[in-house]
């Protein structure tokens, strides 16, 4: 939105000037004649003129991505490059990021096999590619990030994960309660095997691994109600009573129950903005005014699938991508796209 904010700013102050002086004919003349090179700077990327015809005709995969500024069609090693600084800390070890990279890669082979089973008999484009369609947030990283992106990315050409020769599902998150979940128990289905649980014993090292967030009972229930608005904490009940939490083997929360209303961990945690749904709550009692409701949590995401920050502790001993994606997805091959 901001690259057609600026072009219209362009206009506008055009505009304002409504009887300029000879000495601003110059100027105007000037700008109209590097206003298509202005437009083309802004909005050259977007749609079928991208750019990319010479690596497009190098590669079989195209990714069409989808913004608010509309779609962008580039070469899908073009596009993770793109990808991967809006996914992970561009500060961490490269063995990391080569590991978010085949991970980002793994995404889109599961997104085009998908489609392919959703659409049976359909067969490859006229020009002989590959198209796969999603909607992200992409950017451009400058200067060393966007070396390391390149070579994260080039180092790992064509790599992705499979399980009985099909593309994972790959999550991912930045920091774990200290293990990660099992994804058989978290997505209720035993089609995720390769998602067991594992340990991340240096995750407590991290600066954001826990997180308090503190307010009074009044406000706590007020946004409670929102999803809620027949629920009533009744004086008397402790707030351990009138909330019964159910966990997982990672002690993150999977339900939290009271009376005859219910809701996911996740969505306690969305309500209240938490870092992570391995969360406890208590009731701080207060003499002189409401009662404060204090939520301790602790990692950073839904727990599930791959650990940046356990990765990146891996890769600081020595281990490398391959090393740490299989301590991650259980019993994977890693294949190549061409």
């Known amino acids: 939105m901001r690259k057609y904010k600026i072009v219209e700013n362009m206009m506008e102050n055009r505009r304002i000037v409504s009887t300029p002086d000879y000495r601003d004919m110059g100027a105007i003349l000037l700008f109209i004649f590097l ?17 990319y015809e010479e690596e497009e005709q190098n590669t079989s995969y195209i990714v069409c991505n989808t913004t608010t ?31 978010q990279a085949v991970i980002l890669r793994t995404e ?4 085009y096999y998908d489609s392919l089973e959703q659409e049976e008999g359909r067969t490859e484009s006229d020009d002989g590619k590959k198209y796969i369609y999603i909607e992200s947030k992409i950017s ?3 200067g060393d990030k966007y070396k390391k ?10 790599m992705y994960m499979t399980y009985k020769d099909k593309p994972i599902t790959a ?4 920091i774990s309660a200290g293990m990660t979940r099992n994804g058989n128990e978290v997505l209720k289905s035993g089609e995720y095997p390769y998602l067991k649980s594992v340990m991340c014993e240096r995750d407590f090292t991290s600066a954001e691994y826990t997180q308090t967030v503190r307010m009074n009972k009044t406000s706590f229930m007020i946004r409670v109600k929102e999803l809620y608005p027949e629920l009533v904490w009744e004086e008397g009940p402790a707030l351990t009573d009138m909330f019964e939490i159910e966990r997982d083997r990672a002690k993150y929360v999977t339900e939290v129950k009271t009376g005859e209303f219910s809701m996911s961990g996740e969505t306690f945690r969305s309500i209240f903005s938490l870092n992570s749904s391995c969360f406890t709550v208590e009731l701080e009692n207060n003499v002189f005014m409401d ?11 839904h727990g599930l699938g791959f ?28 294949e190549k796209t061409e």
Request: proline share 5%; charged share 20%.
């Open 35 to 51: 206003l298509p090179y202005i437009v083309s700077f802004f909005f050259g990327n977007v749609g079928a003129g991208s750019g």
């Open 69 to 99: 500024a509309g779609t962008e069609k580039m070469p899908m090693e073009t596009y993770l490059a793109c990808r991967l600084p809006e996914t992970i800390n561009m500060d961490y070890k490269p063995e990391t990021l080569k590991a």
């Open 108 to 111: 889109l082979m599961k997104v």
């Open 140 to 142: 451009m990283a400058d």
């Open 149 to 158: 992106c390149k070579e994260a990315v080039n180092s790992t050409k064509g």
């Open 171 to 174: 999550p991912y998150f930045a």
């Open 291 to 301: 009662d404060i409701v204090v939520i301790k949590t602790k990692g950073v995401g």
């Open 307 to 334: 650990c940046q920050y356990a990765a990146n502790e891996a890769a600081k001993k020595g281990s490398d991508f391959i090393d740490i994606l299989n301590y991650f997805f259980t019993d994977i091959v890693i």
